[in-house]
């Protein structure tokens, strides 16, 4: 998928500005150029009672792709699926967006955001299938550089989400790094750390400028 150039955003992200607090600013709007290069300066959108809001976790949820753990039980789990790309961005983007998740948080904007910027070549998807082809699991995110920011994933069978990240990371390779916003538990099981901002914002200024994974170059 070709990447189309985006011009420059009217916005500016100012990390040295933001406060010590996980949401740094409000407002804006959700065009291409503004939700690329809010990523390229360690923000990203995410609504909240009706308002657009930007976020940069004090302390950010990170993997990088050498420290993914894999156990026993989802090696075999995964066995008995199959892994594609951007096959099904759409159905992805729907599956996380379902209201009756807790949390659900991906509303009408956001979704159509998304689905533009995957039509452009910067959003992209793994999608977790049976061995019939049935979409089972899968995730979304934002490709910039050598970084992946994810942005939410989901399973309708045991081990499809854990299974498209693994493939993800082999993706994004050892030279990548994969945002995951915030660390919980079950990521936490999956080798996902917590980086300061600081260090976030210092590590990713590099990689957002870094050649892309071959498959989304």
């Given at each position: 998928?070709?990447?189309?150039?985006?011009?420059?955003?009217?916005?500016?992200?100012?990390?040295?500005?933001?406060?010590d607090?996980?949401?740094?600013?409000?407002?804006?709007?959700l065009?291409?150029?503004?939700?690329?290069?809010?990523y390229?300066?360690?923000?990203?959108?995410?609504?909240h009672?009706?308002?657009l809001?930007?976020?940069?976790?004090?302390?950010?949820g990170?993997?990088?792709?050498?420290?993914?753990?894999?156990?026993?039980?989802?090696?075999?789990?995964?066995?008995?699926?199959?892994?594609?790309?951007?096959?099904?961005f759409?159905?992805?983007?729907?599956?996380c967006?379902?209201?009756?998740?807790?949390?659900?948080?991906?509303?009408?904007?956001?979704r159509?955001?998304?689905?533009?910027?995957?039509?452009?070549?910067w959003?992209?998807?793994?999608?977790t299938?049976?061995?019939?082809?049935?979409?089972?699991g899968?995730?979304?995110?934002?490709?910039?550089?050598?970084?992946?920011?994810?942005?939410s994933m989901?399973?309708?069978?045991?081990?499809?989400?854990?299974?498209?990240?693994?493939?993800?990371?082999r993706?994004?390779?050892?030279?990548?790094?994969?945002?995951?916003q915030?660390?919980?538990?079950?990521?936490?099981?999956?080798?996902?750390?917590?980086w300061?901002?600081?260090?976030?914002?210092?590590?990713?200024?590099?990689?957002?400028?870094?050649?892309?994974?071959?498959?989304?170059?």
């Amino acid at each position: 998928m070709t990447r189309a150039p985006l011009p420059p955003s009217p916005w500016a992200f100012e990390p040295d500005q933001w406060p010590d607090d996980d949401c740094v600013a409000g407002g804006a709007d959700l065009a291409p150029a503004t939700i690329v290069d809010a990523y390229r300066r360690g923000a990203f959108p995410m609504p909240h009672d009706g308002r657009l809001l930007w976020w940069s976790p004090v302390r950010r949820g990170i993997l990088q792709p050498a420290d993914l753990r894999i156990s026993r039980s989802l090696t075999r789990s995964m066995r008995h699926f199959t892994i594609t790309t951007d096959e099904s961005f759409e159905a992805v983007i729907d599956a996380c967006a379902d209201p009756r998740r807790p949390g659900a948080w991906i509303d009408s904007p956001i979704r159509e955001a998304y689905v533009r910027l995957h039509r452009l070549g910067w959003a992209h998807s793994i999608e977790t299938r049976t061995a019939e082809g049935e979409l089972v699991g899968g995730l979304y995110g934002l490709s910039v550089g050598a970084l992946f920011a994810g942005e939410s994933m989901f399973h309708h069978a045991t081990d499809a989400s854990k299974a498209a990240l693994v493939a993800l990371a082999r993706i994004v390779g050892d030279e990548g790094l994969i945002d995951t916003q915030w660390q919980t538990p079950h990521l936490a099981t999956l080798g996902v750390t917590e980086w300061s901002r600081d260090r976030y914002l210092r590590e990713i200024e590099p990689l957002v400028d870094a050649p892309p994974p071959a498959l989304w170059a």
